[in-house]
């Protein structure tokens, strides 16, 4: 995203950022992981990966990039000592305050791009937020900086190239060619650019990680999406009724994918909603 962008532009893109997850706030844990069988299905794979990654003891200091609602932050607060999680909306961090209570948290309202901290961290991670930055290489040099050595940068992100976009686009397109109207379901309205997995894993090295590795984690058929219907012509039972059988046989290669050989991984990448990269220092 960085080619050619000012000073202004990268501010007015935080701020953009910010204005949207502020409004998106009250309804974003529904609505991304929460409100669906496909949604809760994605939770729950997201959840298994990111715990098995970051392996959290009980001694951790940990720093989460990003918590929004507070949903993984809940979750490695019952297994750590303390967790640091930022974000940069405040109305984000309303619906995390409500979420997690524990005594071992600390939330704070700062862009990363911002954030000054002078510890560093056992684990250090975030989970659909790099795609929102600026400068990709800049953030995962702030999370290597801010990792102790031996410690995990752990980074789900959202996959590019994927089928699930290709097919988004060219329906978006035929909408638009035949009908004349909507747009790709997967448009953001927001400025965000996803990372290549090899760039990131570049990425990583070249901040000083010694080991990182790239897994698929939501790995989705390119047909239905979040519980959204994509064959309107077949009628809701029946998209139902692929849909589920569809979401059984994608959860199942998605549990798998973390124990299948590096090829294999990057084979089942381009199936994939989102992907881990797992850095160690
Ligand atoms: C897609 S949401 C993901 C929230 C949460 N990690 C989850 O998976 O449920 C992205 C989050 O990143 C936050 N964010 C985006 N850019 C940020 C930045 N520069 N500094 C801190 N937080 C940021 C947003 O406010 C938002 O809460």
């Not at 997201?46 to 809940?74: A, H, K, R």
């Amino acid at each position: 995203m960085l080619k050619n962008m000012s000073c202004a532009d990268i501010k007015s893109n935080q701020d953009r950022v910010r204005r949207y997850f502020d409004y998106d706030s009250s309804r974003f844990a529904e609505n991304r992981w929460l409100g669906s069988d496909v949604a809760r299905e994605d939770y729950n794979i997201t959840m298994e990966y990111l715990l098995d990654f970051l392996d959290v003891q009980d001694t951790d200091e940990v720093l989460e990039i990003g918590c929004g609602p507070g949903l993984w932050t809940d979750l490695v607060s019952r297994r750590c000592h303390h967790i640091t999680a930022i974000d940069i909306s405040r109305d984000m961090l309303m619906q995390a305050r409500k979420r997690v209570q524990p005594e071992n948290v600390t939330f704070q309202q700062v862009n990363f791009d911002e954030y000054d901290d002078s510890r560093t961290y056992d684990k250090v991670f975030s989970v659909r937020v790099i795609e929102y930055f600026s400068d990709p290489l800049q953030t995962v040099r702030k999370m290597c900086e801010l990792t102790k050595k031996g410690g995990k940068v752990v980074v789900v992100t959202k996959t590019s190239p994927t089928l699930i976009t290709v097919r988004a686009k060219l329906w978006g397109f035929l909408r638009r060619f035949f009908l004349r109207k909507g747009e790709s379901i997967l448009e953001p309205s927001l400025p965000m650019a996803k990372i290549l997995p090899f760039r990131l894993r570049r990425m990583f090295l070249k901040c000083g990680c010694a080991k990182v590795d790239v897994y698929p984690v939501v790995l989705r058929s390119p047909l239905f999406i979040h519980g959204r219907y994509s064959l309107p012509w077949l009628g809701d039972k029946l998209q139902h009724k692929y849909e589920m059988a569809m979401l059984r046989f994608f959860n199942f290669l998605s549990r798998h994918a973390i124990t299948a050989c590096a090829p294999v991984r990057y084979l089942l990448l381009v199936f994939s909603e989102t992907y881990l990269v797992i850095g160690q220092k």
